[in-house]
């Protein structure tokens, strides 16, 4: 018996979508952080932003979009990258369990030598390390962006950022393995899992508008990542600690709602 | 001898639906298995309930003397389990796909699942979601036989084989018994296994109707027989066949100077072959015994009596031999043969 055999398969399963995604990040940041210095840092830019309505504004995040970190933000970690990973997320936390379920091999897989608690774990780490991968390559990107592009983004900020992205992406991944696990439906996971991202970026969005609304980001996983800037101001403990900790809440309810039912498929 | 299976009451609902309904069965160690029954008469569903993809809404399970569920992955390393709606679909090879079922339920003898593919023709180093239905099924098998497990637990094995395969996975049953395996398997027709099985339990709607060794079937096994006389003897044989309690559905046709008649008997052939020695027998054909026919009428006998009313076509089988029968197969036995033969003459 060699260690992790589920993890590896998933892994080794999936890596025609991981280069797939690895180059979709890619080409996001190579498109966009270039162009900082000609769009950020440029007068005619902030003369267009002043003549667009400040909802749009705010709701999009170009408010900050002159400064390297505001820029970076605006473009890719509360957009593109977000946007991107949170796809990779839920059509990886789907088919963990959900997925695997309905096409019938979660029965093959099961009726050999491995437990179920077994199965949410390895498949779960293996959309998580995905997810690391993804942040990882976006990180290294955006560092060697970093200069050229003028970002003047702050190492330990970005790892703050990265691990901010992370986090609101592996929580819904974890909506997906969770949901999966406790109805066995393909549906059912990645329409939990799209809406909670959906959702969240909403709250985010209106929440934004006016002080009055501001309590509605208090329920968004992407303001749980994003409201405190970490590329400014370094990493919010509180809302990742939020992100992480229910995404480990939402394992153990996956584990649990696996191991109690029957499996379909 | 311990049990290989031994269930008691089990009873699985699907919602109200009751797939299962208080089946008792034991297999004994080192016996091949069968279960027959018509699709959604509940086999899957066993076979599930022993691997714990399902659990029991009551009764118990037991297999290789333990609780599925807390048997957990130690109890399933020891069971080889061929689901009977087999999708594989993933861009890996088959030969990478044994490697990883060997990981999680080894240990494998090295060059096991190579051996075993040569075995039933199939080829490892394809991507499994190209191949076709039946090498699928293949590669299902050997998945299920590589760890060679203690039990062997098969839905539909046959499914989607040609002759000339199954003909080969008969032997490998037959060596996995020789090898003191269990196996535990299940068709909708008895006539696919029933070379290989030793015992047979029949399901309907999720009950066990029979459960019956091979060999007493045979002893009540249904023959259909023909027989050719010279002409002129037809009055003298009807009178003669008419006579036997075990004959029925006696025809007659007339060829040039020959009469031939062509008539079911069930049990022993003995008095039917006494009876017709008295005439000139020109030719005589006794096929192979039916086996399923045999379960199907004790079946109907057992359960005929409205029980089950959405069965009362099968179960009057029993009670009007013959012609009843006859109409309901494709063929009849004057036009050479009824179901299965045509499947044992391509053996």
Redesign the interface.
């Known amino acids: 018996m060699t260690a992790v055999p589920l993890l590896r398969r998933s892994l080794a399963g999936g890596w025609r979508s991981l280069l797939g995604w690895s180059l979709g990040v890619a080409a996001a940041l190579l498109l966009y952080l270039p162009l900082f210095p000609a769009i950020g840092g440029n007068a005619d830019m902030r003369e267009l932003l002043d003549t667009l309505p400040p909802e749009l504004v705010r709701t999009i995040g170009y408010d900050q979009i002159t400064t390297g970190a505001g820029y970076t933000q605006s473009t890719f970690f509360g957009l593109m990258g977000f946007l991107l990973l949170t796809i990779a997320a839920v059509s990886w936390g789907t088919a963990a369990v959900a997925g695997d379920e309905e096409n019938g091999a979660l029965e093959l897989t099961l009726a050999h030598g491995v437990s179920r608690r077994q199965v949410v774990l390895e498949r779960s780490a293996a959309v998580a390390a995905r997810l690391v991968w993804l942040c990882l390559l976006s990180g290294v990107l955006i560092l060697l962006l970093n200069g050229p592009a003028g970002l003047e983004l702050r190492e330990g900020n970005l790892v703050a950022g990265v691990a901010a992205l992370l986090g609101v992406t592996l929580l819904t991944a974890m909506v997906a393995v969770a949901v999966g696990a406790l109805t066995g439906r393909r549906a059912f996971a990645l329409g939990a899992a799209a809406g909670v991202a959906v959702l969240g970026y909403a709250l985010n969005a209106v929440g934004n508008q006016t002080e009055d609304l501001a309590w509605l980001r208090d329920w968004s996983p992407y303001a749980w990542a994003f409201r405190e800037a970490p590329l400014v101001n370094g990493a919010d403990w509180g809302g990742l600690g939020l992100l992480y900790g229910l995404s480990a809440a939402l394992l153990v309810v996956a584990l649990v709602a696996l191991d109690r039912r029957d499996i379909t498929g | 001898m311990t049990a290989a299976v031994e269930t008691a009451a089990l009873t699985k609902r699907f919602g109200a639906r009751p797939a299962l309904d208080g089946v008792d069965l034991v297999v004994e160690e080192g016996a091949v298995f069968g279960v027959i029954g018509p699709n959604g008469a509940g086999k899957t569903t066993l076979m599930?309930l022993m691997?714990?993809?399902?659990?029991p809404t009551s009764g118990s399970v037991r297999v290789l003397g333990e609780e599925p569920r807390a048997g957990?992955?130690?109890l399933?390393?020891r069971?080889g389990?061929l689901?009977g709606?087999?999708?594989?679909?993933?861009?890996?090879t088959g030969r990478?796909l044994l490697r990883?079922?060997a990981?999680?339920?080894?240990p494998v003898e090295r060059g096991a699942a190579e051996a075993l593919a040569d075995r039933l023709g199939l080829d490892l180093g394809r991507q499994v979601r190209t191949l076709s239905k039946g090498n699928k099924q293949k590669l299902g098998l050997v998945?299920a036989f590589l760890h060679r497990p203690r039990l062997l637990v098969l839905d539909e094995p046959t499914s989607g084989l040609d002759p000339l395969v199954q003909q080969e996975f008969l032997a490998m049953l037959r060596e996995a018994r020789q090898g003191g395996q269990t196996v535990f398997l299940s068709s909708h027709v008895l006539s696919e296994i029933q070379q290989a099985a030793d015992r047979v339990a029949i399901l309907r709607a999720g009950r066990v109707v029979v459960v019956s060794d091979v060999e007493s079937l045979r002893e009540t096994a249904v023959r259909r027989v023909r027989v050719g006389v010279a002409a002129g003897s037809e009055g003298g044989l009807r009178a003669v066949l008419e006579a036997l309690p075990n004959v029925t559905g006696l025809s007659f046709g007339a060829e040039d100077h020959r009469v031939r008649a062509a008539a079911t008997v069930e049990g022993a052939i003995d008095p039917f072959i006494k009876a017709i020695a008295r005439f000139p027998v020109a030719d005589l054909t006794v096929e192979e015994p039916d086996l399923e026919e045999s379960v199907l009428r004790l079946y109907g006998e057992r359960i005929g009596d409205g029980e089950r009313a959405g069965d009362g076509e099968r179960a009057g089988d029993g009670e009007r031999a013959g012609d009843g029968e006859r109409a309901a197969h494709p063929s009849s036995p004057l036009h050479g043969g009824h179901r299965g033969t045509g499947k044992r003459g391509a053996r």
Do not use: K, T, Y
Not at chain 2, 51 to 55: E, K, N, Q, V, Y
Not at chain 2, 85 to 92: C, G, N, P
């Open positions: 599930r691997l714990d993809i399902l659990r957990g992955p130690a399933r390393r069971i389990f689901p709606e087999l999708r594989l679909e993933s861009r890996i990478e990883h079922f990981e999680i339920s080894g998945q």
